[in-house]
Structure formats: structure tokens, C-alpha cells
């Protein structure tokens, strides 16, 4: 009934940016927190960066002063703007939400994922 959906990977160099966009659609009741993982080949996927309701975010050390993410409510999007891009950046970029789809039913969901390649 939920689908996210990912946009905005690419390949850049070193140094520069790239915007990821994240947008939720379905039966939505609420929505607890969106964020951003990423997986690198031969590694374990990882948080990179997540919003709560309340607006507050976290994320990994790797990418603090570097990412913002952000949230555009009205359209259950999120977004991840990444800037100072570096070759160790790149990865699979997945979105996920924990939201209700009622008002007492909540659960986990994932996008495909979207190629992030910072490369000279």
C-alpha cells in the first residue's frame, strides 16, 4: 500500500553536490520519521541521516557538516542534499519511513535505492 520512491543519484566528482528526493505515497496516516541508509559494496548498510515528526535529525558522523536533510511535509517527501561529496560516499542511497497507516498500525518501509558515485 506504501511506496518510496528515490530520485536525484548520480555520478559527480569529488567536491561536488547532489540533492536525493524521497517521496512517500499510499495509505499514510502519520508519519514517524523518514531517513536515508546507504550501502557500499562489500559493506553493511548504514544510517546516513533521519528526521523525526518533530523535526529533529541525526546523523552519522561520516557526513555531519557535509548532508542536511530535510522534510517537505505537505508531500511526504524527504530530501537529502549532500555537499563536499567524497569518493568515500559512494554507495546504494535507500530511503526509509516508519509511518502509521492507521491511526494504532505503524510499520517499516524502503525504497529501491538510488546509485550515489563520486568519482574522478
Known amino acids: 500500500q506504501v511506496h518510496l520512491v528515490e530520485s536525484g543519484g548520480g555520478l559527480v566528482q569529488p567536491g561536488g553536490s547532489l540533492r536525493l528526493s524521497c517521496a512517500a505515497s499510499?495509505?499514510?496516516?502519520?508519519?514517524?520519521?523518514m531517513g536515508w541508509y546507504r550501502q557500499a559494496p562489500g559493506k553493511e548498510r548504514e544510517l546516513v541521516a533521519d528526521?523525526?515528526?518533530?523535526?529533529?535529525?541525526k546523523y552519522a558522523d561520516s557526513v555531519k557538516g557535509r548532508f542536511t536533510i530535510s522534510r517537505e511535509n505537505a508531500k511526504n517527501t524527504v530530501n537529502l542534499q549532500m555537499n563536499s561529496l567524497k569518493p568515500e560516499d559512494t554507495a546504494v542511497y535507500y530511503c526509509?519511513?516508519?509511518?502509521?497507516?492507521?491511526?494504532?498500525?505503524?510499520?517499516?518501509?524502503w525504497g529501491q535505492g538510488t546509485q550515489v558515485t563520486v568519482s574522478s
Open positions: 499510499g495509505k499514510i496516516f502519520s508519519i514517524v520519521a
Open positions: 526509509s519511513s516508519r509511518l502509521y497507516t492507521d491511526y494504532n498500525r505503524w510499520s517499516d518501509y
Open positions: 528526521i523525526n515528526s518533530g523535526g529533529g535529525t
